[in-house]
């Protein structure tokens, strides 16, 4: 019996993860084919020549229209148009602080998506004593940091995730020498967290000590003299 338990929920932790995301992805992708389907032309939808319906065309419809909409508003009429439907958004009072905030959001998210967080560090939160996984972004000089400075010194912005939702959390400005780098890589400190840190990443103290050793003799041998 113990072994058929431990047959039994090794074949839970490699079917689960498997089943779960292709649950996500099959819900996503008839989730947009619902949305866009309904607009296609009827002579140019499938699913009036076939007995069945075909999953995912409305996807595949859907990111070749963005892709279209990118393509045409990278052009001098696109870019006119474009700015004629701000100029209208910009008009609607409530309309537009939501656009903005939106707009904002994503040309910050899509223009800087290779170095959002860069760096895994540990902060010293919510008490003493008390250590939380924080993520460190690309730095930019605001209003924030000058005010903070005679204060506090260099500030730092850092993203706290909460476990096990990391996509919510809290933006602090926190002193540099308060932070603790990692050399954990964002991928496995989001893992960490999503599993309430019983998926930690491998690590080996005596492989790193001397990976260290390693780039301080690199280091020293590459100094004049």
Same mark, same amino acid.
């Not at 607009?39 to 009036?48: E, F």
């Given at each position: 019996?113990?072994r058929?338990?431990?047959?039994?929920?090794?074949?839970?932790?490699?079917c689960?993860?498997v089943?779960?995301?292709?649950y996500?992805?099959w819900s996503?992708v008839?989730?947009?084919d619902?949305w866009?389907?309904?607009?296609?032309?009827?002579?140019?939808n499938?699913?009036?020549?076939?007995?069945?319906?075909?999953?995912?065309?409305?996807?595949?419809?859907?990111?070749?229209g963005i892709?279209?909409?990118g393509?045409l508003?990278?052009n001098f009429?696109g870019?006119?148009v474009l700015?004629?439907?701000?100029r209208?958004?910009?008009?609607m009072?409530?309309?537009?602080n939501? #656009?903005r905030g939106l &707009?904002?959001?994503?040309?910050?998210? /899509?223009? =800087?998506?290779s170095?959002l967080? =860069?760096?895994v560090a540990?902060f010293?939160y919510?008490r003493?004593g008390a250590?939380?996984?924080?993520?460190i972004?690309?730095?930019q @000089?605001t @209003?924030?940091?000058?005010?903070? @400075?005679?204060?506090?010194?260099?500030?730092i912005?850092?993203f706290?995730?909460i476990s096990?939702n990391?996509?919510?959390? #809290? /933006?602090?400005?926190?002193?540099?020498d308060?932070v603790?780098?990692l050399?954990?890589?964002?991928?496995?400190?989001? &893992?960490?967290?999503?599993?309430?840190?019983?998926v930690?990443p491998? #690590?080996?103290?005596?492989? &790193?000590?001397?990976?260290d050793?390693a780039?301080?003799?690199? &280091?020293?041998?590459?100094?004049?003299?």
């Amino acid at each position: 019996m113990t072994r058929l338990s431990n047959y039994f929920l090794t074949g839970v932790v490699v079917c689960a993860p498997v089943a779960i995301t292709a649950y996500l992805v099959w819900s996503i992708v008839l989730w947009v084919d619902s949305w866009v389907k309904p607009y296609i032309p009827g002579a140019y939808n499938p699913d009036n020549y076939l007995p069945f319906a075909v999953p995912g065309f409305g996807l595949v419809v859907a990111l070749l229209g963005i892709t279209l909409i990118g393509f045409l508003t990278a052009n001098f009429i696109g870019r006119s148009v474009l700015g004629f439907g701000e100029r209208l958004l910009n008009r609607m009072p409530l309309v537009r602080n939501i #656009y903005r905030g939106l &707009k904002q959001i994503f040309e910050t998210v /899509l223009a =800087n998506r290779s170095d959002l967080f =860069n760096q895994v560090a540990l902060f010293e939160y919510p008490r003493r004593g008390a250590w939380s996984i924080v993520f460190i972004a690309k730095q930019q @000089e605001t @209003e924030i940091n000058d005010a903070l @400075e005679p204060r506090h010194g260099k500030t730092i912005a850092v993203f706290r995730p909460i476990s096990p939702n990391v996509t919510t959390g #809290y /933006l602090l400005y926190v002193s540099e020498d308060d932070v603790i780098p990692l050399d954990m890589s964002v991928e496995d400190a989001a &893992k960490m967290l999503i599993s309430a840190g019983l998926v930690a990443p491998e #690590y080996h103290k005596e492989t &790193k000590r001397l990976a260290d050793e390693a780039l301080a003799k690199r &280091k020293s041998a590459g100094k004049p003299g």
